[in-house]
């Protein structure tokens, strides 16, 4: 059973900055795309960024392209978000989700976190 853990959300001032942390458990972490997709207040979920399983290749939805880095420590099974020049556009709940291709469509991932909130006050 693979559980995914997010960890790092809050309330911040725009421009501000937060790390967003994903733990996995129950399967190979190593061997698994990882990515962070988002629901803002009414909206459908989006895709925010995605890994490969080296870490090497990465990408990024173009709201976010240049604030956000996304990163892996397998050694850890961890996923991070790091949020750098944040606005209130990107108030949120954000997700993490396993897969096997670093892809933006939600279907190709089979596994979700709970969630964690993001809110970032103008």
């Known amino acids: 059973q693979v559980q995914l853990v997010e960890s790092g959300g809050g309330l911040v001032q725009a421009g501000g900055s937060l790390c967003l942390f994903c733990?996995?458990?129950?399967?190979?972490?190593?061997?698994?795309?990882m990515a962070w997709f988002r629901q803002p207040p009414g909206k459908k979920r989006e895709f925010v960024s995605t890994?490969?399983?080296?870490?090497?290749?990465?990408s990024y939805s173009d709201s976010v392209k240049g604030r956000f880095t996304i990163s892996r420590d397998n050694a850890k099974n961890t996923v991070y978000l790091e949020m750098n020049s944040l606005k209130p556009e990107d108030t949120a709940v954000y997700y993490c989700?396993?897969?096997?291709?670093?892809?933006?469509?939600?279907?190709?991932?089979?596994?979700w976190g709970q969630g964690t909130q993001v809110t970032v006050s103008s």
């Open positions: 733990v996995a458990s129950g399967r190979t972490f190593s061997m698994s795309v």
């Open positions: 890994i490969s399983l080296s870490g090497i290749y990465t």
């Open positions: 989700a396993l897969g096997l291709r670093p892809v933006g469509w939600e279907n190709d991932y089979d596994y």
